[in-house]
């Protein structure tokens, strides 16, 4: 039987999750130089356009039909046999078309937040072509296998109650490889560049710290105690990185910034989205003070050490704050707040650390992989980054033919 009230509430996160996406748009924009904000901002909208294409003829029959394999069934190819009835196996309370548009914003956001490495310096029509690819090859098979009906990393018993690593994990790891791949902005051995409009910045933060609650509260797929429990964690486990990056700043520069807080918020948010609907407030607390660490050394240390010019660190905030949210997963989850899930380390069950442990190792061991073998494919057809002069004059008018900001004399 349908319900009216859990059906409302899927697809008001839907629209929740939806609104990311252009949240994203400005987090990222406003991180990079004027002369490429609206670059930024083309990337995003056109991956909300073309992934929704691709989720209904292809993605959602790849990524859920329940098919044991790499991939799902095609038997819901061009949504075929997807109707308004409940699918069971998903959500039997909702239409099974809810359920797809929900998972489809999901679909959509994870590739966009690879462009944060190798902002500033790709063609546009190298990034539609590696986008669509990465959308079908690597984030298809990660969602089926971890989601799916059949997929063997959920038989093993993986917990991943929103996207740690579907999304998180899968989409950072491939960022490192294109930031490498691609090579360094022309401006980065002078230091990288500021944010060019911080205002931007914390709007993106805003849109997405909203949104958020839609991607891991609207993940119970009911309006029940199990969504109270996600939006609660979701909500303070961002707080406390917010709240610890800008105290970790303050010890180690002087000065707290509100940079450093919006980047903590984010990676709290990342971190607590594996774990929202199994772990209760205090190890939210613990997710959330923890991660700023991990994600600070992240990109204060081991990038520059490294020498990688992962532009907005989307592997410095996302894989990393999803490798600890995954694993904090195995640690910290709780039978007592969803007896669908398991316990973790900490309530005596190391086995789901060690199961957490290896979804992590295999996500990025595929992602890592593949996304090098697509990014190779699409650079040796069409070539993927921009020429100097191009680089120099901005993307904005050597990609769009358009500028954001005109002063009018």
């Given at each position: 039987?349908?319900n009216?009230?859990d ?12 609104l990311m ?5 400005f987090f990222?924009?406003g991180?990079?130089?004027?002369k ?7 990337q ?5 356009c ?6 209904v ?23 075929n ?12 309370t909702?239409p099974?078309?809810?359920f797809m ?7 959509i956001?994870?590739p ?5 490495a ?7 029509s190298?990034?539609l072509?590696?986008?669509i ?18 997929g ?10 929103a996207g ?9 790891i491939?960022a490192?490889?294109t930031?490498?791949?691609?090579g360094?902005r ?10 060019h409009n ?10 997405l710290?909203?949104g958020?609650?839609g991607?891991?509260a ?5 309006a029940?105690?199990l ?7 979701t909500?303070i ?18 000065k707290p910034?509100?940079?450093g ?14 774990a ?8 939210a607390?613990?997710?959330?003070l923890s ?23 989307a592997?410095?905030?996302h894989?990393?704050g ?9 640690l ?15 309530f ?10 290896f979804?992590?190792?295999?996500t990025i ?8 073998v697509?990014?190779?494919?699409v ?6 980054r ?22 009018l004399?």
């Open positions: 039987m349908i009216t009230g059906t409302a509430w899927v697809l008001i996160s839907a629209a929740l999750v939806m996406t252009p949240g994203l748009a990222y924009g991180m990079v130089r004027k490429n904000v609206l670059s930024i901002l083309m995003c909208f056109i991956v909300l073309v992934l929704s294409v691709h989720w003829l292809v993605g959602y029959s790849l990524s859920f039909a329940p098919r044991e394999g790499f991939w799902g069934g095609l038997q819901w190819l061009g949504l046999g997807v109707g308004m009835d409940p699918y069971s196996e998903y959500a039997g909702i099974h078309q809810a548009i929900f998972q489809g914003m999901f679909a956001i994870t966009a937040l690879i462009l944060g190798f902002a500033e310096r790709m063609k546009f190298a990034f072509v590696f986008i690819l990465w959308a079908t090859f690597v984030y298809a098979p990660v969602c089926h296998w971890v989601w799916g009906i059949g063997w990393i959920r038989n093993l018993g993986a917990l991943d109650f740690g690593t579907v999304v998180h994990v899968n989409a950072g491939a490192l490889v930031a490498i791949l691609i360094k022309k401006s980065v051995n002078h230091g990288a560049p500021a944010p911080m205002p931007f910045v914390v709007l993106g933060t805003a849109l710290w909203f958020w609650f991607f891991n609207g993940s119970a797929l009911a029940n105690g969504a109270v429990n996600a939006f609660v964690v909500h486990a961002a707080a406390a990185a917010g709240l610890s990056w800008a105290l970790i700043e303050w010890v180690r520069n002087g910034t509100i940079f807080v919006v980047s903590g918020v984010v990676a709290g948010l990342v971190a607590i989205t594996p929202a609907g199994f772990v209760s407030v205090i190890p607390i613990i997710i959330g991660v700023s660490v991990f994600c600070f050394v992240a990109v204060t240390v081991m990038k520059p050490k490294f020498g990688y010019d992962d532009s907005l660190d592997f410095g905030v894989c990393v999803g490798v600890w949210g995954a694993l904090a997963t195995g910290f989850a709780s039978k007592a707040v969803n007896a669908a899930g398991a316990d973790g380390l900490f005596g069950n190391p086995k789901q650390f060690l199961i957490q442990l979804t992590v190792a295999v061991a595929y992602s890592f992989i593949v996304s090098l697509l990014y190779k494919l650079d040796a057809v069409i070539g993927v921009i020429n100097e002069r191009a680089e120099e004059m901005g993307l904005d008018l050597t990609q769009h033919h358009e500028r954001a900001y005109t002063i004399e």
